[in-house]
């Protein structure tokens, strides 16, 4: 069942004909004036303007590995999902055009919770509500950095998957590549880091023990005070601003979006690169809540790492997001670990040592 | 784990990085020159040429639903997944530029099957049997048509999933639209109908009662003899020279590529153009396996539906394909169903009753 299509009534059930009408609903506000062809055909359409080229990035979130329905608010999932795909335009520098999304899910989050009454919510589609609530979510997002819902495809699956598409568009040559670091350039972070492993420590924490299985409706009660405390986790914000910035300055050498945890996405750098790196720990932007291991590891902080030539004036925030100075880029030697984190007691070797997800 | 990056020893196991490398090496052939970036970073980066617009579409296939493990070689699984998405290129009339694929398979697909001797195999791949013969037959069709496979998403997934992503280019407002069906025109299938549910009906009947289940590993054996039969449902052909030729010449008005079944996708065309139609079954290119019922309403036979003003001059092959005139559009109106059937008892009205997978 595609979103381009209505499908007959002999083929889908009124429950997925009302899902189809929500998403058209939804994915309707306007966008991105790139799309010239939405929802309703076999492909959407879609121009750049001249003298860019396209990125295109894909994200696979699965129950139970990237989420899990008993842990996660669906407006929390709607969200997440998009963010890791607008995390890579991020990445390059891109500004996005427009998501597709492919949702694979079982039929019970598709079917209605019976009758609502026409004051018990605002939505007028309340009567799917897992699914409501993540459109919810991924919509918000969305419309923050006007991102287009542009198509996709829905399927019942017993496992609840969302593949994210995200098309955006960079002045042709002038993408952030991993592969541009050179030794002498400085490494800089947006934002702080650990906070969505701490988070997800907590959230990990408060699911009672024996805990409920990755696909069980019953979700976990979130208190209220604590809710900030775990939005770095559950909401976490793409750098897309702060990407565009670095591309439209001139600024920025080599970008990653620190998806895996700084140590493995830094890796990733000095790979692509062919180069070896030193982060100053004494120097790293630790969220309030988090430890240096959670900083150095911890994955989906969706911050940026990039690199700068020491001419580059950098300032100190962009778009409202601190910028962190943090280490320099050196060349690459045989007896020289890829990355060293000098701490207080002297210099070490930071072996990669990302994120895990649930697995 | 994305195919973009390299994850660290610890992130992966042998398997892993072997599957990664497998993509890697597969995705490195000559493709499209439109690729400026592919497999390594965050993003693909995609040049247009001057004047084109891009088409982008997604399809989700979930194991038990649009294949199963059991009955479909993988090569099969994997050639299907791509021409799910070239044959949305080919119903826009647009040229393949890239694949992007999001796969999750479980564990036991991404093994070893222990040691291979030298002699037993002439792949390099042989210790991933189940991933190389599925990207076999995905990367052999992505290659028929210049498309390259440019990335992706790996993840491991308790039940096989696969989502693929086009990404195409049309000349601007070139494209064939479902909405763009007038009243006189004529109606145009390429091929033969009803191929591929007659396929699917005699691998059905193969496969013994009672059924293995979807995602058991023991596959179906396929006698020789009977696989030229089963080709239409296991390797159908998108038919992208046939889209690209009517763009071309401009001859195609409205276009929907057969996924569902006539029945279903005709009248797609007619509520997104506000049109009925008649179609005449004894115009109807019957595959010589199949019956009429499966011409009318089986699915997947990917052939293309056009329609073309009676004044458009269309010929009878067009890249080797045969070109059937089946009807005419007519306009809508109250009394009238949307698809009349011209049968030698009379006409009837037909009912869009497609394909339904394997639900």
């Known amino acids: 069942m595609r979103f381009s299509s209505d499908p007959s009534p002999r083929k889908a059930g009124t429950a997925e004909l009302a899902l189809l009408q929500q998403i058209r609903a939804r994915a309707a506000r306007p966008g991105s004036n790139a799309l010239t062809l939405g929802i309703g055909d076999d492909c959407a359409l879609l121009q750049l303007r001249r003298g860019e080229e396209a990125a295109v990035t894909t994200d696979l979130s699965i129950a139970g590995r990237h989420f899990r329905l008993d842990w996660h608010p669906p407006e929390s999932i709607g969200h997440r999902t998009l963010a890791r795909g607008l995390s890579d335009l991020a990445a390059m520098g891109a500004r996005p055009v427009a998501a597709f999304l492919s949702l694979g899910l079982p039929a019970e989050l598709t079917k209605s919770r019976g009758k609502t009454t026409p004051f018990s919510r605002q939505s007028t589609y309340s009567h799917l509500p897992w699914i409501d609530a993540f459109l919810g979510g991924l919509v918000a997002l969305a419309d ?56 997800l420590q907590l959230l990990s924490d408060m699911a009672a ?20 405390q775990l939005a770095p986790h559950l909401f976490p914000q793409p750098r897309i601003a702060q990407g565009l910035y670095l591309v439209r300055h001139g600024l ?35 969220h309030p809540t988090a430890t240096l291991e959670q900083a150095l590891n911890g994955g989906e902080d969706y911050e940026l790492l990039f690199t700068a030539k020491p001419s580059s004036r950098i300032p100190r925030s962009i778009a409202g997001v601190r910028i962190t100075h943090i280490g320099r880029i050196l060349r690459s030697g045989p007896n020289r670990p890829a990355i060293t984190l000098l701490t207080p007691t002297g210099p070490q070797s930071l072996q990669a040592s990302g994120w895990q997800h649930f697995s």
Chains 1, 2 share one sequence.
């Open 252 to 286: 920025g050498a080599a970008a990653i979006d620190l998806s895996d945890g700084l140590s493995t996405d830094l890796a990733h750098i000095c790979e692509e690169s062919d180069v070896s790196a030193e982060i100053d720990s004494s120097l790293l932007p630790i």
């Open 144 to 199: 923050t950095h006007r991102t287009t819902l542009a198509g996709g495809d829905l399927a019942e699956s017993p496992l609840p998957v969302a593949d994210i598409v995200l098309v955006g568009a960079v002045r042709r040559g002038r993408a952030l590549l991993r592969s541009a670091a050179r030794p002498g350039d400085l490494v800089y972070v947006t934002g702080s880091l650990g906070g969505a492993a701490a988070a």
């Open 209 to 228: 023990n024996p805990r409920p299985a990755p696909s069980n409706l019953k979700r976990l009660r979130i208190p209220g005070r604590i809710q900030a």
